[in-house]
């Protein structure tokens, strides 16, 4: 294909965890269009066009570099890009406000707003411009005033494309999606715009898998998928506090609930609590939203899973202080994984950042180790001093009163348990956030084990 036959030309606006990882896939399984991401930030830009991508996920490497350079490109020239492309998917940050009204909650709009206006200053053609950032509901009235404001100009279709893949498993994700979603205006020349879009992942979707909605649906669902994922880990992770009060396991628990063909087995693993850059910014948008229309008991239900989720982090830290004689002081712990879940260097809302910034205010010591999260590590935890990185988990264990597992990585299951706890001082503690560790053999080899929604289990004479 040259730069002439190209069927249509694709723009991303926005290099990130959404926008890198889906136009690869695209380009990938559409060799007849041409897909450009562009970003501001030069530095991610040059990274996208190295061989040490700003992002890990598995999978993604190989599909970046077989098509990169062919119909795959990466740049900062956001004006060229507007200019060229037929079709340009929007996939900014939308972050929750931190300042004024909505702060805490509403979605921070500034950067979709810019994106608008550039794109309203430069294009001069029209365009389809898909919304692949999260935004709230009726959010695409606003991109839709800033696109035609002014004087004549090309005419903007706006469409709603909502990213469901998750990070690590993001690749597989959207090669075999459980559906696309694309919502469009009820109009001749929203149908139109949506139709292209359906060209596009036709290339490898079956087309019962792609759904076609109103806009507003679309918008909204992409917040309530969320909502409802995060609200079932809230769900298992509140029973967990019960199991752990009254010897019921939790994995058993989870188990037996989860047989009921109508409430399904996935998502139902207890741990210290969701994070990512995803589940509490969606829900508080959510929550905005339902504030908004007036909706109140409707934004506390969801408010409430937010605050369990919190709950849930502040419990582990707890359980940690009182397994140590209630004094952490002078006393060294090892975080063994710091991203916000295995398969990815990403820390955004990690449960690791709150817990670990608790167990320093009682004076604890850390030793942070995570197979690909130390550099995101170090920035989370600038501020603070006693911390150490490790990228060795036998190091990181070294003297240790403690370990606490916060990111079920795989390699961990694989450790040398012995081998930790003979370096370690004792009584050695090992806090298993995730369930993921041998709980029989870690207290055969001399360990008091603490998971989370089943009982102690300690040396301790009763
Ligand atoms: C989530 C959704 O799963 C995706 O469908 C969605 O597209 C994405 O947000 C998004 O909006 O961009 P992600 O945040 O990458 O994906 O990760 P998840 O796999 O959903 O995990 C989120 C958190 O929940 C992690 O901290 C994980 O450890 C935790 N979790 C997950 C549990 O504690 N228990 C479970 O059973 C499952």
């Known amino acids: 294909m040259t730069e002439t036959t190209f069927k249509k030309k694709i723009l991303c606006i926005g290099a990130g965890y959404v926008g890198g990882p889906t136009m690869t896939v695209i380009a990938n399984k559409c060799p007849d269009y041409k897909v450009t991401v562009v970003d ?62 909505g702060m805490g909650r509403a979605a921070d709009l500034q950067f979709m707003e810019k994106t608008a206006r550039k794109i309203r200053e430069v294009a001069k053609s029209d365009k389809i411009v898909i919304e692949k950032s999260t935004i709230p509901v009726r959010a695409a009235e606003t991109l839709e005033k800033i696109l035609h404001a002014g004087e004549d100009g090309p005419h903007f279709e706006i ?50 898998r792609i759904i076609t909605t109103n806009l507003w649906s679309s918008e909204l669902s992409k917040l309530v998928a969320n909502a409802f994922l995060a609200q079932r880990i809230t769900s298992i992770n509140s029973i967990s506090a019960v199991c752990e009060m009254t010897e019921a396991d939790i994995g058993q628990v989870a188990d037996a609930v989860g047989r009921d063909s109508r409430v399904g087995p996935k998502f139902l693993k207890a741990g210290v609590g969701f ?46 202080l009182s397994a140590m004689f209630n004094t952490l002081v002078g006393k060294k712990i090892a975080i063994f994984g710091f991203a916000f879940k295995p398969d990815t260097g990403d820390t955004r809302d990690a449960p690791a950042i709150f817990i670990c910034k608790q167990l320093l205010e009682e004076r604890a010591h850390l030793s942070i180790t995570d197979p690909h999260a130390i550099e995101n590590a170090k920035i989370d935890m600038e501020d603070y001093n006693d911390v150490t990185f490790e990228e060795d988990p036998y190091k990181a264990a070294e003297g240790t009163h403690g370990i606490a597992l916060l990111t ?20 050695a503690c090992l806090f298993d956030g995730r369930n993921h560790l041998d709980h029989d053999k870690l207290f055969d080899i001399g360990f008091n084990v603490y998971a989370v929604g089943k009982p102690d289990r300690d040396h301790f004479k009763k």
């Open 40 to 101: 501001i930030s030069e530095e991610r830009i040059r990274r996208w066009n190295s061989d040490n991508l700003p992002i890990f996920e598995p999978g993604l490497e190989e599909r970046v570099f077989k098509v990169r350079g062919k119909n795959l490109f990466f740049s900062t020239d956001v004006e060229r890009g507007i200019e060229e492309a037929d079709i340009i998917f929007v996939a900014v940050n939308t972050p929750t406000k931190t300042f004024g009204e």
């Open 159 to 208: 469409l709603s494309n909502p990213e469901f893949m998750a990070e690590g498993t993001g690749i597989g994700d959207m090669e075999s999606p459980d559906r696309v979603l694309i919502g469009s205006m009820d109009t001749p020349s929203g149908q139109a715009a949506r139709d292209e879009l359906i060209k596009i992942y036709e290339h490898w979707v079956p087309r019962d």
């Open 275 to 320: 994070g990512g850059s995803c589940f509490r910014k969606d829900i508080l948008n959510l929550v905005y939203l339902c504030e908004h229309y007036g909706l109140n008991e409707i934004g506390q239900f969801w408010h409430y899973v937010v605050k369990l989720n919190d709950f849930q982090m502040d419990r582990f830290v707890k359980r940690i």
């Open 408 to 427: 079920e990585w795989k390699e961990y299951q694989e450790l040398d348990f012995q081998r930790l706890y003979d370096s370690m001082e004792k009584p």
